[in-house]
């Protein structure tokens, strides 16, 4: 056991249309020793009204900020998106005294001070900073018998300025994680590229076509099933991988699990208990292939 | 939308300052930096499936003073990757211009209603989405903690601290 509080961050997605994301990160947690504590208030990141008001966008980030604060704990994220956001509002705050003093006076108006106290990670990148020794007395069910493809997707990374990426060409986060499963983590052509999902509101047409590469791209390379570790990837790539499938008419088939349920396979944890049901693309073959094996 | 008519409308207004606005709002001091080599256009996703999207294009309008360029819908088509951030080599922060196009549209009252549609929704729930009230109990049924429920008279003050209503009406 690692032995580790967080405040979880759950955004919008995950709580209400990506709930098993939820459900197998807070499996996986609790059996690595990593503390959940859930906050009650927290309201959208900003990020879909950056476009509108970069002003509101980093007044409702930094209000999630001091929620935490208030806990004094530091944020986990499960969403690639609300990570950038929040690391990036908070480290512009930290540093830019005159932005912070302008915050805070708005923040008063709620009750509320911004004080540089904690910081912000995602859940990915919590695993990746502890140990892997640690991590692998973890794994009793090791995947080795499967290939997957990662698909990290953009904010986690870009812009590597603020996300601390050492090498933003090629980020081996997602890779590491796969491989600790014991499963054999492959690449493709594109994997790199933006999922599209905001594009949904105004051309819905943009997602099908980028989820189309990514399917293609990773099944060529042989991959089992995909992981990804944000709610808009997994609802571009999961959730409309049959609209993608009609409007090419072409057969994918391939299943896209979140990360932790990977992981919670590999620690030897019932697919039913990680949130297996809740797929859409069924994962059914891969679970068959993983008892055979 | 539709966009191929913005388009066509893109070539109207010429405002010889709207550059030096760029430049001065936070996110815009790259702009100036752009040589059009085109390099945020081929790394960039959406311009890979639309002809219709093109980042430097939209810096090369912007900085000739084409203000129309930031009424138009195409500069909202960006996803906001910051594929392109990280290719330029000029060091302009691409992904952070085409924001801040977006913002100058809406403070000149150009707000697409998806746009419009997400601030309401985060003013009256806390969410960027609606939320049924089916997928609250699907939380009960699955185990999972109540969902949360921001302060919306939080919400509402911040929004009057930045003047937000004036936007979205
Ligand atoms: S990559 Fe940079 S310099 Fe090249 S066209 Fe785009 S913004 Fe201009
Ligand atoms: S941030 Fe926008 S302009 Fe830049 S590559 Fe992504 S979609 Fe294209």
Known sequence: ?293 | MEIQRTVKEMYYRVDPKFKYKVLKAPGGETFKFCYQCGTCTATCPVARFTDIFRPNKIIHLAKLGIRNVTYSDAVWLCVNCYSCTERCPQGVKVADVMRLLKNLAVEDGYIPEFSKEFMKNILNTGFVYSIPSSRISKRVTLGLPPPPQPKLADLKKLGEMVKISELIE
């Open chain 1, 1 to 293: 056991m690692v032995n580790m509080r967080y405040a979880l961050y759950l955004g919008c997605l995950i709580p209400f249309r990506e709930m098993n994301y939820e459900i197998s990160t807070r499996r996986v947690a609790k059996d690595i020793g990593i503390e959940i504590c859930d906050m009650g208030d927290a309201n959208c990141c900003g990020l879909p009204i950056d476009s509108v008001n970069h002003e509101m966008m980093t007044l409702l980030a930094a209000r999630n900020l001091c929620l935490a604060e208030n806990m004094e704990l530091d944020i986990m994220t499960l969403c690639n998106g609300c990570t950038g956001v929040l690391m990036k509002v908070n480290k512009k705050l930290k540093a830019d005294r005159e932005l912070r003093k302008k915050v805070n006076h708005q923040l008063s108006s709620i009750g509320m001070e911004f004080q540089g106290k904690i910081k912000v990670k995602h859940f990915a990148q919590i695993l990746a900073d502890i140990d892997v020794d640690i991590l692998k007395k973890f794994i009793i069910k090791p995947l080795h018998s499967l290939t997957i493809a990662g698909y990290i997707g953009c904010h986690i990374f870009r812009p590597s300025e603020f996300m601390e990426v050492k090498n933003p060409e090629n980020p081996s986060l997602l890779d590491d994680l796969i491989k600790l499963t014991g499963a054999k983590s492959v690449r493709y052509v594109d994997e790199y590229q933006c999922c599209g999902f905001v594009e949904g509101a105004i051309e819905p047409q943009i997602p099908l076509f980028l989820a189309r590469e990514k399917l293609r791209n990773a099944k060529k390379a042989g991959a089992d099933a995909m992981v990804t570790i944000c709610p808009s990837c997994h609802q571009v790539l999961d959730s409309n991988q049959r609209r993608a499938e009609r409007k090419f008419s072409e057969i994918y088939d391939l299943p896209i699990l979140h990360y932790p349920q990977l992981l919670g396979l590999a620690m030897g944890i019932s697919h039913e208990e990680l949130g297996f049901n809740e797929l859409r693309v069924k994962p059914a073959k891969l679970l068959e292939y993983l008892m055979e094996v």
